[in-house]
Structure formats: C-alpha cells, structure tokens
C-alpha cells in the first residue's frame, strides 16, 4: 500500500481497527437471530463501540480537526482546521440481520477559504471489513481500491446499465417520490438493486460495478466519502435537478456523464 498518503493511512487503520471490531460483533449478532430483543440493542452497541475507536484514532492523529459523527453529532474542531465525517457503520440493517454487506465511511471536508462553512471533500475511506477492502480516494489523486485505479463504467445506454437505489423504509424516504422514479427508470434499464448500504453503493459506482446510483433522504456521513470516490473515478453526483454541492446526501444520483445527464432527464421528468 505505498501508494497511500500519511492522511489516507491515517484513515484506514482507524477504519481496520474499528472493522476488526465490527467483524467480532458480526459474529455474535448471528447468535443473537433467535431471541427477540437481542440482536438491536447488541447492534446499536456495536455500532457505538465502532464509533469510539474511530474517533480516537482519527483524534489521536490529527488533535484539533472537528467531526460529523452519526452517534455523537458534531464536535467542532480548532477554527480553520479541516474536520472527519464519519459512518461507523452503514448497513445497519443488514448487520441486525447477518447479512455481510456493511462498511465503515470516513471523509475529510476543508473549511471554506472565505470562512463561512464548509467546502469540499479532499479525502475519503470506505471500509468493507468482512471483505477486508478498503476503497479510497483523494482529490486529484483518482479513486482506487488498494491500489488498483478505479474508473466509472463506460456503459453509455441505460438498456444495458444496472443501477442501484435505496428503498424508503419505516419512518424514513419519500415513498411517492421513490415510486414515482422507480416507475420511470425501472422499464429503461437492465435492472435495479437495492442493496443496503450507500457508501457501497457509490463504491461499486467509482469501481464500474452499478452504472448508476440514486436516493434521497440520506445524511453527509452516508455519501460524503461516495461523492469524492465516484468523483475521482470520473463520474458524476447531483442532486435530482443537476446541481452539484461537495456532498449529497438529501438527493443524490451519480452515474458516468452519459448515463448521469440522461438519468438526471428521467428523475426530473418523473418529479413534475
């Protein structure tokens, strides 16, 4: 791995030693499938106890940078210095349920140069510990999964192209909306995966696997390291009506620019 800068192997210990946890934890949870309330409080458990590592790795290697964290929220850094947005663990549901699809996401988003708010996403690690593959990118040096470079797919139909998307679910997402695009993108493309977890969802974008990806409803720590990988990859990410912010979480679709600009079209049609 000598490719990787001092900030990105920063990055994935912190995410190794945290998915080293995460793989225990995995383990017992298929233990935990017979009893009732087991197995979610045990998950919620794990998923703190992945976060706390994450943190003080990340801190004990950069004190003063700030953080977006899922469990903890915001902890604001030294004034000026950059700050981690972190998802210890996407794919929570599958995790509760034994289904070995869950990742670790990390960013690192720079301050603004002007000084109000935050700018782009200048680094990002996707962890996917029961795979022991870790995903990077960092801006202006491509997208890479350990060190084979990553490129979106060139698939320019969308006859031929498999998109993925994130399903509404219980007290979370649009389901009208998410019918409505469904209806429309489902009968022009070669298929629709729901997989359950949007970091790697984005990752298989930046890697050619999915040609396309949407959602919406999502959080920054959800897409803020997809973004920057499909990005580094030489792909696109919007919202659904085309407009292009560091991060995308509320909306997202990402694709390669052919794909991307004719999806955009479909999603905009189908929310008239």
């Known amino acids: 791995m000598s490719m990787f800068s001092g900030l990105i192997r920063v990055m994935e210990r912190a995410a190794r030693k945290a998915g080293n946890r995460l793989r225990r934890d ?27 590592i994450l943190y003080d790795e990340l801190l004990g290697a950069r004190p003063g940078w700030g953080f977006v ?4 929220g915001v902890i604001e850094g030294d004034e000026g210095m950059p700050r981690w947005i972190v998802d210890p663990l996407d794919g929570t549901t599958n ?10 996401s990390i960013a690192v988003q720079e301050p603004r140069l002007d000084g109000k708010g935050w700018g782009d996403v200048t680094a990002a690690v996707i962890y996917h510990p029961i795979n022991d593959e870790t995903y990077w990118a960092e801006k202006s040096r491509g997208a890479w999964l350990q060190d084979a470079r990553l490129r979106v797919s060139g698939r320019r139909q ?8 994130g399903i509404p679910f219980q007290g979370h997402g ?29 990752a298989y974008v930046a890697q050619g696997r999915f040609d396309g990806f949407w ?9 803020a390291a997809g973004c ?5 990859a030489g792909g696109f990410v919007s919202d659904f009506r085309g407009r292009s912010n560091p991060i995308h979480s509320a909306q997202v679709l990402a694709a390669n620019d052919a794909l ?9 049609g189908s929310l008239r």
């Open 215 to 223: 959602e919406s409803g999502l959080n920054d720590w959800d897409t």
């Open 158 to 165: 969308l006859s031929e192209a498999l998109i993925a998307t």
């Open 95 to 104: 995790f509760l349920h034994g289904i070995p699809h869950f990742a670790i």
């Open 26 to 52: 995995f383990g017992e949870v298929e233990h935990l499938q017979v009893s009732r309330k087991g197995p979610a409080d045990f998950v919620s458990k794990a998923d703190m106890r992945a976060e706390r």
């Open 228 to 232: 920057l990988l499909v990005r580094e």
């Open 260 to 268: 991307h600009s004719r999806l955009h079209k479909i999603l905009a």
């Open 69 to 72: 964290l899922e469990e903890a």
């Open 174 to 202: 649009d389901f009208a909306e998410w019918s409505r695009i469904f209806g429309a993108v489902g009968p022009e493309v070669a298929g629709i995966r729901r997989f359950g977890a949007a970091s790697l969802d984005m």
